[in-house]
C-alpha cells in the first residue's frame, strides 16, 4: 500500500503487507520548526481528542527529543476550534496541524492560519494549497517520489521474491517543501525564515514550492 494517511488505523500490519507510509513521526516537521524558530519551546497542535490523542502523544514525544513541547488544543468542531485558538493567544511559539478530521476541515484552516499570522508564530500545514492559503509553510510527501519507492517495493516482492511481512513498512522518501514568502517576511526581519526554511531543505534534499 502507499499514499495512506496513519496506515495503523486500518489494519495494514501483518505476515503479507508492506507499503510506505504517508505521514511520518513528526521528526522532519520538527526539525523544520526548530529551523525557522529557533528559540521556540510551545508548539500548539489544533485536534479532537476524540480521534487524535494518540497523535498527540506521539508528537510530544518526538517533540521532546528535540527540546520542544506538544500543547494539545482540543476542539470537537469549528466553534471550539476558534475559542481554543483565542484562549491560546500569546502562549505558543508554533503550531503544527495533524490530519485530523474535525480540524482539517477549510474553515479551520482558515481560522488557524488568520490565528498564526495576527500571533506571528510559524504554522506548518499538511498541504501546499494551504500554504498558498497563507500558511508559512508544509512539509509532505511527494507523489512521484512515492510512486517511484513503490516500483521499487514491488520489485523487491515480485522480483526478488522477498516476503512482504520481511519487508518493514517505510517512511517516504522523498519530501517536498512548500514556502509561503509573504508569510516568512511577517514572520522576520529581512525575511530570514524563509532563508532558514530554504537552508534546511537544501540540506536535506527536499523539492521546494514557493508561493508569493
Excluded: W
Excluded at 474553515?107 to 492559503?133: D, G, N, T, Y
Amino acid at each position: 500500500f502507499c499514499m495512506v494517511p496513519y496506515y495503523e488505523k486500518y489494519g495494514l500490519e501483518g505476515p503479507r503487507l508492506t507499503g510506505i507510509s504517508l505521514t511520518g513521526d513528526f521528526s522532519a516537521e520538527l526539525a523544520i520548526l526548530k529551523a525557522v524558530a529557533p528559540r521556540a519551546t510551545r508548539v500548539g497542535m489544533l485536534l479532537d481528542a476524540r480521534y487524535s490523542s494518540k497523535l498527540a502523544e506521539e508528537a510530544a514525544a518526538a517533540a521532546a527529543r528535540v527540546g520542544l513541547a506538544v500543547v494539545p488544543l482540543d476542539a470537537d468542531g469549528p466553534a471550539k476550534a476558534e475559542r481554543a485558538l483565542t484562549g491560546a493567544k500569546g502562549k505558543l511559539d508554533a503550531m503544527l496541524m495533524v490530519a485530523d478530521k474535525t480540524v482539517g476541515n477549510a474553515a479551520v484552516v482558515r481560522l488557524l492560519i488568520a490565528h498564526c499570522q495576527a500571533e506571528k508564530i510559524p504554522f506548518l500545514s499538511l498541504s501546499p494549497s494551504q500554504v498558498k492559503e497563507g500558511a508559512l509553510f508544509s512539509l509532505s510527501p511527494g507523489a512521484t517520489g512515492i510512486g517511484r519507492q513503490a516500483g521499487r517495493l514491488a520489485n523487491r516482492i515480485l522480483h526478488e521474491k522477498v516476503d512482504p511481512g520481511a519487508l518493514a513498512v517505510a517512511p517516504p522518501e522523498d519530501l517536498d517543501l512548500a514556502l509561503n514568502l509573504t508569510t516568512a517576511c511577517l514572520l522576520g526581519p529581512g525575511c530570514q525564515v524563509a532563508l532558514e526554511a530554504l537552508k534546511l531543505a537544501a540540506r536535506r534534499g527536499y523539492s521546494v514550492k514557493v508561493f508569493e
